[in-house]
C-alpha cells in the first residue's frame, strides 16, 4: 500500500501537465472530418503489460478518430515542467495522441465557486465544456442525485483494481453498486507547522516533533506540554502576547477527531450514512480540543479579522504552531523563521487511534450526458493518460515538487510520507450529505459560543433528518443503477 500511495502522489506531478485540445457531449471529434472507417474498429483485445505480458481484460481501442478531450479544473496551469520527468511525461503523452489519434488537454476551465453550475447546466444542456471534471468533495452529491454522473464502473477500459486509483476517493465515491468518481492523484492534506525559533527559545528542541512522530510519542499529552511551554507573556504586563497555537475552526477540530479515531459523518457495512458527532469518542476529542482554548493556549480571533488571520499571525511569530492544510504554505513560505511540519498529535489513551490526517482529495468525473461509445472512448483515452511515464521509477518522482516548497527534507520524507499510508488517514464522508457543513458544528464551538455536547445535542435532530434523507436518495441510486 506504500509503495501504491507514493505511486499516486507522483501520478498527481504527471497530470499536472497539459497537451491537446477541447470540446462538448455534442462533438468530441473537435470538428475534424471524421473517416467513418476510424474510431469504430473496436476490439475486446487484451492489453499486453508491458513487462510480463499479461493480459489486462480491459478493452482498447485501435483509433480514436480524432476525438478532443478536455480534464477540466480550477487551478491547473498550461506550463510544462522543465524537470526531466516532466518531459518524459509530455513526450509519452504525444505519443499516445499519435498512436491512437486523439487529443487530450487538462486546463483550468472554470472556478472554484463555479465550478458545480458549470458541471450540472453544461450537462442538462447536453453540452458540457469538459469530457472531465474536477469537482471538490462538496460539491459532488447534488449532481449525483439528479443523475447527471456517469457510472465509470460500467466502463470496461478502466480496472479500478489497478493501484493507480486512489482507494480513499474509489471508497467515498463507491455508492449503490455503481462508482460515480475517480482520481488517480493523491494530496497530503492537514498537520501541524511549527516554528523552529520559537520551539528553541521554549526549551524545545527545533527537531524534537520529528523525533516524537518517528518514535510513536507524538500524542496529545506531549502536545499540551509544548502548548504550555509555548505560550508566554513576553513583558510582564500579565497577558498573553505570544500563543502557542493558530489555526481555522474547519482544519483544527476534525484534526481533534480524526486523531482519536472520531469522525463527524461515517458510513456502515449497509453503506448507510450515519451521524458520528454521538460517539464518545468524538465528544472526547472536541472536549479536548477546547480544553487547550480554555487554558489560554490557543490565540482569539482578533476583532475584526479576516477568517485567514491565523496565516498572519504565524507567518509573523505570534503563534509558534498551527494546523493547517499544506497547500497553504505560500502564505508564510517567505517568513524570517525557519518552519517545519509534522502530523497532528494523537490521543494515546485511545488504543484505536494514531495520528492521522482527513484526505480532502478531488473527485474526477464524467457527464451522464454521453452515449456509451463516447463514454468508453474517454474512458480508454484517459487511463492511457494516467499510466506512469515509462523508463520512470515514480516510488520517489513525487517528492521533487515538495522539496522545493518545505525549508527541510524531514517534513517531506517522513510527515508527508506518513499522510500517504493508508493508516494514517481518516475518511470523511461529510461531504455527501448535501447542506451539511464542519461549520455547523465547529463555528460556534470554536467561537466559545457553546460546548462540545450542547452543540451536538442541538445539531442531531437536523443532521439526523438530513442524513436520513440522503440515504433514501442513495438507495434510489442503488436501485437505478441496478436496472
Same mark, same amino acid.
Given at each position: ?50 513487462e510480463g505480458g499479461e493480459s489486462t481484460g480491459k478493452k482498447t481501442f485501435d483509433d480514436l478518430g480524432g476525438m ?8 491547473t496551469s498550461d506550463e510544462i515542467g522543465e524537470s526531466e520527468y516532466a518531459k518524459a511525461t509530455e513526450a509519452y ?69 489497478? +493501484? ?60 499540551? +506540554? ?30 481533534? /477527531? &480524526? ?73 508564510? &513560505? ?46 480508454? &483515452? ?70 462540545? /455536547? ?30
Open positions: 500500500m506504500k509503495a501504491n500511495m507514493k505511486k499516486l502522489l507522483a501520478m498527481g506531478l504527471a497530470l499536472t501537465l497539459t497537451v491537446g485540445s477541447l470540446t462538448g457531449c455534442g462533438d468530441t471529434t473537435g470538428g475534424k472530418d471524421e473517416d467513418p472507417g476510424k474510431g469504430t474498429n473496436e476490439q475486446q483485445n487484451q492489453q499486453q503489460n508491458e478532443s478531450i478536455v480534464i477540466g479544473d480550477w487551478y503523452r504525444q505519443e499516445i495522441m499519435e498512436k491512437y489519434n486523439f487529443q487530450i488537454k487538462r486546463t483550468t476551465s472554470y472556478s472554484y465557486t463555479d465550478q458545480q453550475e458549470e458541471y450540472v447546466n453544461g450537462v442538462m444542456s447536453n453540452s458540457p465544456k469538459c469530457q472531465l471534471f474536477y469537482l471538490y468533495q462538496e460539491f459532488v452529491a447534488a449532481p449525483l442525485m439528479k443523475g447527471l454522473m456517469y457510472n465509470l464502473k460500467t466502463l470496461p477500459e478502466l480496472d479500478f483494481s489497478e +493501484e493507480k486509483w486512489n482507494p480513499t476517493v474509489l471508497e467515498i465515491m463507491s455508492i449503490g453498486g455503481g462508482i460515480w468518481g475517480m482520481n488517480p492523484e493523491a494530496e497530503p492534506r492537514g498537520g501541524v507547522f511549527f516554528n523552529k525559533r520559537m520551539l528553541k527559545e521554549a526549551g524545545i528542541p527545533e527537531d524534537e516533533p520529528y523525533d516524537l512522530q518517528q518514535s510513536g510519542g507524538w500524542t496529545w499529552t506531549k502536545f499540551e +506540554e509544548y502548548c504550555k511551554k509555548l505560550t508566554v507573556d513576553t513583558d510582564g504586563d500579565g497577558k498573553t502576547n505570544r500563543y502557542a497555537l493558530a489555526s481555522f475552526s474547519k482544519y483544527y477540530l476534525p484534526m481533534c /477527531a &480524526a486523531n482519536n479515531n472520531a469522525t463527524f459523518v461515517s458510513r456502515n457495512d449497509k453503506g448507510e450514512y450515519e451521524n458520528a458527532t454521538t460517539s464518545g469518542e468524538f465528544l472526547n476529542a472536541m472536549n479536548w480540543g477546547m480544553s487547550l482554548f480554555d487554558k489560554g493556549y490557543i490565540m482569539p480571533k482578533p476583532d475584526g479579522a479576516a477568517w485567514d488571520w491565523y496565516k498572519a499571525a504565524f507567518r509573523d511569530g505570534e503563534v509558534a504552531m498551527q494546523t493547517a492544510e499544506v497547500y497553504e504554505i505560500n502564505a508564510f &513560505a517567505g517568513m524570517d523563521d525557519d518552519w517545519g511540519f509534522v502530523m497532528f498529535p494523537y490521543n494515546e489513551k485511545n488504543p484505536d487511534a494514531t495520528n492521522k490526517t482527513t484526505p480532502n482529495d478531488n473527485i474526477i468525473c464524467m457527464p451522464s450526458c454521453f452515449d456509451s461509445d463516447t463514454a468508453e472512448k474517454i474512458a480508454f &483515452a484517459y487511463d492511457l493518460y494516467t499510466e506512469p511515464t515509462p523508463e520512470y521509477d515514480l516510488d520517489d518522482a513525487w517528492k521533487e515538487t515538495y522539496y522545493e516548497q518545505f525549508r527541510d527534507s524531514r517534513a517531506v520524507d517522513e510527515t508527508l510520507q506518513m499522510m500517504t499510508e493508508q493508516e494514517h488517514k481518516q475518511t470523511s464522508f461529510l461531504p455527501m450529505i448535501i447542506d451539511l457543513d464542519y461549520g455547523d458544528f465547529c463555528y460556534p464551538v470554536y467561537a466559545g459560543a457553546t460546548s462540545p /455536547a450542547k452543540k451536538i445535542e442541538e445539531i442531531s435532530a437536523t443532521w439526523n433528518s438530513k442524513i436520513d434523507d440522503m440515504n433514501k436518495k442513495y438507495a434510489n441510486l442503488a436501485n437505478s443503477s441496478a436496472n
